[in-house]
């Protein structure tokens, strides 16, 4: 059992790899905060105030999808900060998963510029910036499994799959249905 912790900027890639694991895998479970802002009608409102919130509530489903053995646990966060990846990445080793922590790399200019078409609006530039400088100044700790995947890497898996990193977010249709 396995589960995969990415870390990345908005707009790096991750849904995209989620995507290509939904193909690679046969019993995939997803997690993520953005869940705890996407509403009955699909709607996704995201709140900073309701941060803490919404990761309590991610890893209270993570903690749930553990417990009903899943074969692959997918946890799409950010993960800017390492602390912010440690509790799943404990938890998922504690209860007998191989826990592994992908980072999906990407140049901010492509974050920037798949910004401009997302489909939850645009975020400020600033806090691509930011989050990708984070994710790059800190390394996880040696005894953590770790990969990176970079735009052509995620390229290559993607045509290998079928997948179209351009579709609209297929993630984002399951959580509407999920929470509808």
């Known amino acids: 059992m396995h589960?995969?912790?990415?870390?990345?900027a908005p707009r790096s890639g991750k849904s995209t790899l989620v995507r290509v694991f939904k193909k690679m895998f046969n019993d995939v479970e997803v997690v993520s905060a953005d869940d705890y802002w996407t509403g009955p009608a699909g709607l996704y409102s995201y709140d900073m105030d309701f941060e803490p919130e919404a990761h309590c509530f991610c890893f209270r489903r993570f903690m749930f999808e553990l417990d009903s053995r899943r074969e692959v646990i997918v946890v799409d966060n950010t993960c800017s900060r390492i602390l912010e990846a440690a509790p799943y990445m404990l938890a998922a080793a504690s209860d007998g998963y191989l826990a592994k922590l992908v980072t999906v790399m990407c140049s901010v200019e492509t974050m920037i510029e798949r910004n401009k078409q997302s489909s939850r609006g645009p975020l400020p530039e600033n806090i691509i910036h930011t989050m990708a400088a984070r994710i790059a100044a800190a390394d996880p700790p040696p005894w953590w499994k770790h990969s990176e995947w970079d735009e052509k890497s995620l390229d290559e898996a993607c045509k290998l799959f079928k997948v179209d990193p351009a579709s609209p977010?297929?993630?984002?249709v399951e959580r509407r249905q999920l929470n509808g």
């Open 169 to 172: 977010d297929n993630d984002d």
């Open 3 to 8: 589960v995969y912790v990415l870390r990345g």
